[in-house]
């Protein structure tokens, strides 16, 4: 199995930055995509910022210019680092990976981790 510790989440106030990170750890044989995701109170989980393994990148509109996605592959660790925060950017962040376990068949694996909190004050 795969297992997700995201950290570096926190209060900061608007315009401020924070850097998130997640490593994976576990059965892995290959990482084919690491995202971040978030959920306000009362919203739906939404997308923030994905890397696949080519490196390409995508971001939801809300966040294009401010905030960067990245990848460490010998770490099996992916960072989003946050610049000009808005309170709108408070949220659960969440870090999504997926890819191929090692064991045989190659099973794949899409696993979450539990959850980062970023409240952002205004």
């Known amino acids: 199995q795969v297992h997700l510790v995201e950290s570096g989440g926190g209060l900061v106030q608007a315009g401020g930055s924070l850097r998130l990170s997640c490593v994976a750890s576990g059965s892995i044989f290959r990482i084919n995509a690491m995202g971040w995701h978030r959920q306000a109170p009362g919203k739906e989980r939404e997308l923030v910022a994905h890397i696949v393994a080519g490196g390409s990148t995508n971001y939801a509109d809300s966040v294009k210019a401010r905030f960067t996605i990245s990848r460490d592959y010998a770490k099996n660790t992916v960072y989003l680092q946050m610049n000009s925060l808005k309170p709108e950017d408070t949220a659960e962040y969440y870090c999504?990976?997926?890819?191929?376990?090692?064991?045989?068949?190659?099973?794949?694996?899409?696993?979450w981790g539990q959850g980062t909190q970023v409240t952002v004050s205004s």
């Open positions: 999504n990976a997926q890819g191929e376990l090692s064991s045989l068949g190659r099973p794949q694996f899409n696993s």
